[in-house]
């Protein structure tokens, strides 16, 4: 069973930065690619970022410029660095990955870490 696990959420302060982290229970070589998505209450996941196993990355339009997204396969993680924080980036972050079908292909999330963006 795959597990993802998301670290590294908190409170902080606006203009700040924080870094999520996404740990996998197995290789990342295993997913085509690996996603942060976030949630507002009473709303759909949106798509925040992604990066394929070669490395390349996509942004959603409101974070473009400031957040990075990228991967230590050697860790099997995956990282959101996030600058410039905005009260409007408070939300659940989730990991997510989608595993490739040669492995049972399948998407799989975390169980979410908080970021709160507030003075």
């Known amino acids: 069973q795959v597990q993802l696990v998301e670290s590294g959420g908190g409170l902080v302060q606006p203009g700040g930065s924080l870094r999520l982290s996404c740990a996998a229970s197995e290789s990342i070589f295993n997913f085509n690619t690996m996603n942060w998505y976030r949630q507002y209450p009473g709303k759909q996941r949106e798509l925040v970022a992604s990066?394929?196993?070669?490395?390349?990355?996509n942004y959603g339009d409101s974070v473009k410029g400031r957040f990075t997204i990228s991967r230590d396969n050697a860790k099997n993680t995956v990282y959101l660095q996030m600058n410039s924080l905005k009260p409007e980036d408070t939300a659940v972050y989730y990991c997510s990955a989608v595993r490739i079908a040669t492995m049972g292909g399948g998407r799989y999330w975390g169980q979410g870490t908080q970021v709160t963006v507030s003075s």
């Open positions: 990066i394929t196993s070669g490395g390349k990355t």
